[in-house]
Nanobody, 127 residues
Framework: EVQLVESGGGLVQAGGSLRLSCAASGFTFDSYAIGWFRQAPGKEREGVSCINNSDGSTYYADSVKGRFTISSDNAANTVYLQMNSLKPEDTAVYYC????????????????????WGQGTQVTVSS
């Protein structure tokens, strides 16, 4: 059974940092793409970042480029999202998702082509 468990969310002041973790189990971690999405109240879900564990490629939404960094620890079956210079508009529930990368990850993110999702972790950035 595929399981994804997010952690690391919380309340932080603008300009601060958080590191989210996505702990995965139940599938061959290094063959999958792991994406991070977020959804703010009243807004559509937005793709944030993705890493393709099979080739190491990464994707970032324009809104987070230069501030967020995605990384993967294959030994720990965990993907991290380091979030720096946080802004109030980064406030959202953050979800990780997993899928075998049959497409390029930018397309996967735009189409939300992920079959397994975590429960989410809340990130709140105060101004």
């Amino acid at each position: 059974e595929v399981q994804l468990v997010e952690s690391g969310g919380g309340l932080v002041q603008a300009g601060g940092s958080l590191r989210l973790s996505c702990a995965a189990s139940g599938f061959t971690f290094d063959s999958y793409a792991i994406g991070w999405f977020r959804q703010a109240p009243g807004k559509e879900r937005e793709g944030v970042s993705c890493i393709n564990n099979s080739d190491g490629s990464t994707y970032y939404a324009d809104s987070v480029k230069g501030r967020f960094t995605i990384s993967s620890d294959n030994a720990a079956n965990t993907v991290y999202l380091q979030m720096n210079s946080l802004k109030p508009e980064d406030t959202a529930v953050y979800y990780c998702a997993a899928e075998i990368p049959m497409l390029d990850i930018a397309t996967m993110m735009s189409r939300e082509s992920f079959g397994s999702w975590g429960q989410g972790t809340q990130v709140t950035v105060s101004s």
